[in-house]
């Protein structure tokens, strides 16, 4: 079964620090990968993928993330954190082999991002 | 334009009660969702649904029913609701139901409580 693994509930980082989100996946195929954010009262806004070719994928508001095959990780960067980012974040997998099926989708448990001024 | 919108925002009910929260896309595409956040934060899908196929996750109650008046909106009718159904339900759309590499788009959501 496929599942997506979020360590940390939360990161605290000082403004300016750079920003890591940490993401691990089991499939046994090749992984489609997402990252999402929600901000408070709001639904999830998407911020990047990784289907395939180069392993570093850059996607908005600075953030990019790096497919690791052997590590089985895809986690998320931003070089120089800012308060407004400050949400939770999601990561997500799908199977491929799976199609359409919603059966393929599973996020991870979230990730509280808290940037201090 | 807002792509994806719910409606109701909050909706507070009685147990046993019957409810539906509306979901509409404007986006054209060809696959629309329903999610259920918890008050962990975790998100659990429950439904895909294109004019195709409904894929239901087997988890989900029979209680809960996706209804599809037209490609552009998919509605969640609930019925004799509990409250363990208190949580924040969310609509997602995507275009291309084959493709899973397309990200999904949310509504802002809707927040069920069960009293």
């Known amino acids: 079964a496929q599942s997506v693994a979020q360590p940390e509930d939360q990161v605290n980082v000082a403004e300016g620090n750079p920003l890591t989100v940490k993401c691990t996946y089991s499939?046994?195929?090749?992984?489609?990968l997402f990252w999402y954010v929600q901000y408070p009262n709001r639904g999830l806004q998407f911020l990047l993928k990784?289907?395939?070719?180069?392993?570093l994928v850059k996607g908005s508001y600075g953030f990019e993330a790096e497919f690791n095959e052997s590590q089985t990780s895809f986690h998320l960067k931003k070089p120089s954190a800012l308060v407004s980012d400050s949400a939770l974040y999601f990561c997500?997998?799908?199977?491929?082999?799976?199609?359409?099926?919603?059966?393929?989708?599973?996020f991870g448990k979230g990730t509280k991002i808290s940037v201090k001024p | 334009d807002t792509a994806v919108s719910q409606t109701p925002k909050y909706l507070v009910t009685q147990m046993g009660n019957d409810k539906s929260i509306k979901c509409e896309q404007n986006?054209?595409?060809?696959?629309m969702y329903w999610y259920k956040q918890d008050s962990k934060k975790f998100l659990k899908i429950m439904f895909s649904?294109?004019?195709?196929?409904?894929?239901i996750n087997e988890t989900v109650p029979n209680r809960f029913s996706p209804k599809s008046p037209d490609k552009a909106h998919l509605n969640l009718h609930i019925n004799s609701l509990e409250l363990g159904d208190s949580a924040v339900y969310f609509c997602?759309?995507?275009?291309?139901?084959?493709?899973?590499?397309?990200?999904?788009?949310f509504g802002p959501g809707t927040r069920l409580t069960v009293l």
């Open positions: 997500s997998v799908r199977d491929p082999r799976y199609g359409g099926s919603q059966g393929n989708i599973i």
């Open positions: 499939v046994s195929g090749n992984p489609y």
């Open positions: 990784y289907i395939t070719g180069d392993n």
């Open positions: 986006l054209g595409h060809d696959t």
């Open positions: 649904y294109n004019n195709k196929e409904l894929i």
């Open positions: 997602a759309s995507s275009p291309l139901r084959a493709s899973s590499y397309n990200e999904q788009f």
